[in-house]
């Protein structure tokens, strides 16, 4: 049977390049749906404002006017002149078990990658880094998390055939949250917190953090700056981050620590888990998505760590014991019992030693691939 490559062009076929995977993954245990107005507002142009520096394209592949799988190229200009790499990224790539519908998706951003100049595509990547970005290839028995993506197991085994191989690696740990703080974190944040003059801002509603909303982004883009594939956001970028996201947020889930200035120089933002209230949603609000996600932020036995970001200077310093100790005293009073870590750089070690003081394993690991042209 023939695999038919048709590129998205119009409003129809970007809802069943939305739509592909909820049918691929239809009731799977583990895969995590995301909304679907929030994969609309990241693929549409006049939505995204990460298009101000990139271009986008998306393919479609079928089987008899039947869709059996998607891929989207990214040329990210932002990232070529940063980087200095003449790099394509491919993703929102999804497919039936058949190599050969794998091969027909990526060569077509291959072939655009080449029109480009271009001399190698790499990916699962997003327009920004905070878009899902690395293709699970351990832990195919792990529920997902609204942070990363979730695939089958014969995924990476189809695109290593393809002639990609690993460029990085992100590992993920699940930590089960102890009864009591551990003494040694406690301790250590108390004396890095008088020795460096911080404090820890007690935030009651959303709006008590939202003067912070651009100081948070501005930290992330200077504490990221060296990570895998970052380049920094852009003020348009800034603003359509803290409309979408601060309106829902847990206060005592988002610890923020300021200098005697008042400057922010640390954070974590964590969530109670919304995997299984979105997995009851199947990607939509309406009509009682909403009840699912609302139920979850106020009672749940799990939780995401989104993001931690820590002053450049202050790194080293001690400064995440004060974040780890805040966050530990909020997840022990909501009841929370494990935390996905999601994403980290399987080189970042000095994140992954927190989790010594902890009971955790590292559960899932996701690879971004590269093939040169």
């Known amino acids: 049977m023939s695999i038919i490559i048709r590129e998205v062009k119009n409003k129809k076929q970007l809802k069943a390049f939305i739509d592909f995977p909820y049918t691929l993954y239809n009731n799977h245990p583990f895969y995590v749906p995301p909304l679907r107005f929030d994969e609309k507002a990241t693929l549409r142009k006049d939505k995204n404002p990460a298009f101000d520096y990139c271009e986008a394209r998306y393919w479609l592949a079928y089987k008899e006017d039947k869709v059996v799988g998607r891929i989207a190229g990214i040329l990210n200009k932002a990232y070529i002149e940063k980087w200095n790499n003449q790099y394509m990224r491919f993703g929102w790539i999804d497919f039936e078990e058949d190599e050969q519908i794998a091969k027909a998706l990526t060569e077509q951003v291959e072939n655009w990658a080449k029109e480009k100049g271009m001399t190698a595509v790499h990916g699962p990547m997003g327009f920004t880094d905070l878009d899902h970005e690395g293709m699970l290839i351990e832990g195919f028995d792990q529920l997902g998390t609204l942070a990363a993506i979730y695939n089958h197991p014969y995924y990476p085994s189809f695109i290593e055939k393809l002639g990609y191989t690993k460029d990085a690696d992100w590992v993920e740990y699940k930590i089960k949250i102890p009864e009591a703080i551990p003494e040694k974190i406690e301790k250590l944040a108390s004396i890095v917190e008088r020795r ?121 310093k001690g400064v995440i014991a004060i974040l780890m100790h805040e966050l530990a005293k909020s997840y022990i009073k909501n009841g929370i019992k494990y935390v996905e870590s999601n994403p980290e750089l399987e080189l970042n070690k000095k994140v992954q030693s927190i989790w010594e003081h902890y009971d955790a394993i590292q559960h899932k690991r996701r690879r971004c691939y590269i093939k040169h042209l």
């Open 196 to 316: 460096l003059n911080l404090q820890v801002i007690k935030a009651r509603k959303a709006k008590d953090i939202l003067p912070y909303a651009k100081e948070i982004f501005e930290l992330i883009n200077t504490a990221y700056e060296g990570l895998y594939g970052v380049v920094p956001l852009t003020n348009k970028q800034i603003q359509y981050y803290t409309k979408q996201y601060f309106s829902f947020i847990r206060t005592d889930f988002v610890p923020l620590v300021i200098d005697k200035n008042g400057q922010l120089v640390a954070f974590g933002v964590t969530m109670p888990s919304l995997s299984i209230a979105l997995q009851k949603a199947k990607g939509s609000l309406l009509p009682f998505g909403f009840v699912h996600i609302l139920k979850a932020l106020k009672k749940n036995k799990l939780a995401d760590l989104y993001l931690v970001a820590i002053r450049k200077d202050l790194q080293g």
